[in-house]
């Protein structure tokens, strides 16, 4: 199982690469998060996006430094670090939402619609 999974996330990571190669798949989904969701602690982020803390810091570091998001402290609590969308992340996430939709399409081709679905449900209930 653990073989197939891995080759499948292979494949989808090299059609994601295709369609979205500015973005790493951690960075578009902090991104696509954020902006579903609007600014948030560092610490949810990552529990949003299922990263640990040191991986989703170095995430939005690499993100800080491409001017896509930035950091303040929380007014009530300030050891809390807050991530927001800049303008930039704003629009450059906003550009990247159809391709990304056409990475998972394409990723999909293979099934039918149902297969698709199921797919979708069964990873979603293993996850």
Not at 4 to 25: E, M, N, W, Y
Not at 26 to 47: C, D, I, M, R, V
Not at 97 to 120: D, F, G, K, M, V
């Amino acid at each position: 199982m653990g073989f197939l999974l891995r080759k499948a996330h292979q494949r989808h990571v090299s059609i994601f690469a295709a369609h979205i190669g500015d973005l790493t798949p951690p960075q578009f989904a902090a991104l696509a998060k954020l902006y579903e969701s609007g600014g948030t602690s560092q610490n949810q982020l990552g529990n949003l996006i299922a990263m640990d803390a040191a991986t989703v810091k170095g995430v939005i570091d690499r993100l800080k430094a491409r001017g896509l998001v930035e950091l303040s402290r929380h007014e009530e609590d300030r050891r809390r670090l807050m991530v927001n969308l800049t303008p930039e992340g704003r629009q450059t996430i906003e550009q990247m939402i159809p391709a990304a939709r056409r990475a998972t399409e394409e990723t999909l081709a293979p099934l039918n619609a149902r297969e698709a679905a199921t797919l979708t449900r069964l990873l979603a209930k293993i996850t």
